[in-house]
């Protein structure tokens, strides 16, 4: 039985790959600090005896006994009101956490996955993003802490692989979503859900005509899973290509939940991307993956999940 390892299972992403990869047959070991991620995300696998939990901070060094076959480093803050509210902490874990999970994988002999992010292309003047793309970031802005961290990550994988033959991946992630995300962790998605069912104003920054491409979070995982079993080591872009302004987007979510909430427009935060989009032909050519939920009926789905939110 294959030994894998997830650091941030506790998180939204995290705690699905931990149902992926039990689903695989594999025994799982759930490493998570829990300082965005909750114990509930977990409550589908805990009493499957192939799970192990672990609470600890990766960013401090972490010794397993026996072999290890994968590491998945997700441990990380990853919206916007998270990171902000986490500077130091995104930048450790960003940096000695993947260090030491990266350690981790050299001792055991394990192929490595790290979970990087579209942020890594900052506000960016090539659209779509490929990931021949180098970025346009703000280093020093309110973002710098968790665009730089991952940047940085991106960087020492690399670099592990280069120098010490460690197995590594990289997938960027764009902005995914689904069940066990959080109604109050500051992402456009949540934030108009739980707007919406409690008919408050929806809250638009700018002019509404950004744009964002949303991947549902089991068409991610299984991209995650057919990444980490190939043979590639440069970055590998997994979202849906399908762009939406969050404008539009907003409007979908008030027809979907029936809410008469009205638009709160606000300004546009410091170095908010005015355009987001991946390009999947990399992903489509190397691991014959696509999204295949559309986005109504993955919107669908996390509604109903975060009406039982509200409602409790």
Known sequence: MPRTLITGGGGFIGSHLCERFLAEGHHVI??????????????????????????????????????????LHFASPASPVDYL??????????????????????TKGAAFLLASTSEVYGDPERHPQREDYWGNVNPIGVRGCYDEAKRFAEAITMAYHRAHNVDTHIVRIFN?????????????????????????????????????????????????????????????????????????????????????????????PQDDPKVRQPDITKARTLLSWEPKVNRHDGLKRTLEHFRERVRS
């Open 85 to 106: 509210n986490f500077p130091i902490q995104t930048l450790k874990v960003g940096s000695l956490g993947t260090h030491n999970a990266l350690g981790l994988a050299k």
């Open 176 to 268: 995914t979503y689904g069940e066990r995300m959080r109604l109050d962790d500051g992402r456009v998605l949540p934030n108009f859900m739980g707007q919406a069912l409690r008919d408050e104003p929806l809250t638009v920054y700018g002019d509404g005509s950004q744009t964002r491409s949303f991947c549902y979070v089991s068409d991610l995982v299984d991209g995650i899973f057919r990444l980490l079993m190939t043979d590639h080591h440069l970055p590998v872009n997994i979202g849906n290509p399908a762009e939406v302004t969050i404008l539009e987007f907003a409007k979908e979510i008030l027809a979907l939940s029936g809410s008469p909430s009205p638009i709160d427009y606000r300004p546009l």
């Open 30 to 71: 759930c490493v998570d600090n829990f300082i965005t991620g909750t114990l509930s995300n977990l409550d589908g696998v805990r009493t499957d005896p192939r799970f192990e939990m672990m609470g600890h901070d990766i960013s401090h060094p972490l010794q397993i006994r026996g072999e290890l076959n994968y590491i």
